[in-house]
Nanobody, 110 residues
Framework: QVQLVESGGGLVQPGGSLRLSCTAS????????MGWYRQAPGKQRELVAT??QYAEFVKGRFTISRDNAKNTMYLQMNNLKPEDTAVYYC?????????WGQGTQVTVSS
């Protein structure tokens, strides 16, 4: 299926952890460059991580990985902070084509 589906978001306390998943079709997953973005209320969507780089604000806390056999990309998020609260989106890009998932909400609050 030609689509991206995120899961794993939820409510967590500061310092806690979550693992996000993004599953795509075999065609998309094998041919497109994959990555994670996020968007907080009132803010622009920003890059979180790709397999080439991490955003400065997540270095040392988040880890991007993938399982090709499962057509799934992961984002392990540790030591979460309130400012990490946002909708997290899976992204897939191939030349001029960019695909987005529907997003999964991550809320970090005490």
């Amino acid at each position: 299926q030609v689509q991206l589906v995120e899961s794993g978001g939820g409510l967590v306390q500061p310092g806690g952890s979550l693992r996000l998943s993004c599953t795509a079709s075999t065609t998309i997953f094998s041919r497109y460059a994959m990555g994670w973005y996020r968007q907080a209320p009132g803010k622009q969507r920003e890059l979180v991580a790709t397999f080439h780089q991490y955003a400065e604000f997540v270095k040392g806390r988040f880890t991007i990985s993938r399982d090709n056999a499962k057509n799934t990309m992961y984002l392990q998020m540790n030591n979460l902070k309130p400012e990490d609260t946002a909708v997290y989106y899976c992204n897939a890009a191939l030349q001029l084509t960019t695909l987005w998932g529907q997003g999964t909400q991550v809320t970090v609050s005490s």
